[in-house]
């Protein structure tokens, strides 16, 4: 078939235009086979605290290089560490990754940090970078208990071993007891230099720069892109955002408000359940809400509901109730561990609290001083019911003085209901089963609910 083909273009093509007509078909075949060969790498960068947002940031980048069918994954990073939990996670996901992953510590890799670098295939560091200082610290920055730090020692180590480095130099990284020959003495922390790792197996060479590393360990072509996450984690970021998220418990807290007050309305509710899902959703998606702190939202609101709706005056629902909603609000910023504190700094809760708190009073405001604005927008009066059924246009919601006795007209046929007029005012009336015509003298004998009960005189 293929020759065919040759003795075909061999009759109607001239040899040298057959000839150049090849020449392009092999330059572009050459020219696939070496974009084909090109080696792709996917940069990600771990520049901040460990914490569940970082941990988010590596997930999203690895499952990317793997659909991506990326060949090698390098990590710049430098870090001074962050939470163990959140590292762990980390460690975890380097570790089930196929590919090879290298880390270039360009700064420090201090703490997780280093938890994280030795997870990788491979280590490199820059000129005067650092690794290790792996002792866990509170949020406080003291110590932690030793619980926590028998848990890293482990993690630590088991993870040199897997990665084929020694588990107790790793080990050494954070407990200072810890004291190796040549390597650390007794009462310090085990740190190492470039040129100290480079020795002892925590760093395979001292690189300026990923090309660099790049060069050294790839054959030919090589193309780098730097991972960045899709529009849906950049908005999540945004409404991250302390100020953002104080906005938003506004218009939660001003929205259940509102509908509390104007039951039946449905757009201030729908405000603030739209609020409440920007609010929470964010959180939720980077690890920081837990599912108990969502429930104690939700629980929250219901034991407001309650106490408002069926539990009259205002007693232990209500001040539990509120307790719960403001906690939760206020717990759902914090990587807390089940009201654990100890990992969580201080500016974070204080941040925390000051925005909720600074949300709760500016929805009380917006209630005083808006909530006349709203009850009197041209919007709220085309969604409420905004007349009044006023007694003097002949309606009547119930009898404040008994009116039995008093005489009246037959406004309208009573068969046996209708209506009568008494004093020149409009009363729904009925018979006790007679029929009787309009402008019958009639004389009330009773009361039914709203309705007067009427016969006729004489």
Known sequence: MVRNWIVILAIFIPMKQLTHFFSIILLSLLSFSLAQAQTKVLKLNIDAEIDPRISRYIDLGLTAATAGNYDIVVIEMDTYGGLVADAKDIVELLLDFEKPIY?????????????????????????????????????????????????????????????????????????????????????????????EAITHGFCEAEMKSIDDILTQNIEGEYKVDDFSPGFIEKIVAVFLSPYLSGLLLMVIIGGIYFELQTPGVGFPILAAITAAVLYFVPYYLTGLAANWELVLFVVGLLLIALEVAIIPGFGLAGIVGITFTFSALVLVMLNNDMFDFTFVPANDIITAFTTTMTALIGSIVLMFFGGFRLVNSNVFKRVALMDTQEKSEGYTARFHDTMIGQNGVVHSVLRPAGKVMIDNTLYDALTRGSYLDKGTEVTVIGEEGNALVVRKNG
């Open 103 to 195: 880390v270039w510590i360009n700064k420090d890799a201090a703490s997780a940090g280093a938890l994280i670098s030795i997870a990788c295939d491979s280590i490199y560091m820059a000129p005067g970078a650092s690794i290790g200082a792996a002792t866990v610290v509170t949020g406080q920055g003291e110590a932690a208990p030793d619980k926590y730090q028998s848990y890293m020692r482990a993690t630590m180590r088991t993870t040199a071993e897997q990665t084929g480095r020694d588990p107790a130099i790793a080990e050494a990284m954070v407990d200072q007891t810890i004291e190796i020959e040549g390597v650390t003495e007794k009462d310090k922390v085990l740190t190492f230099t470039t040129s």
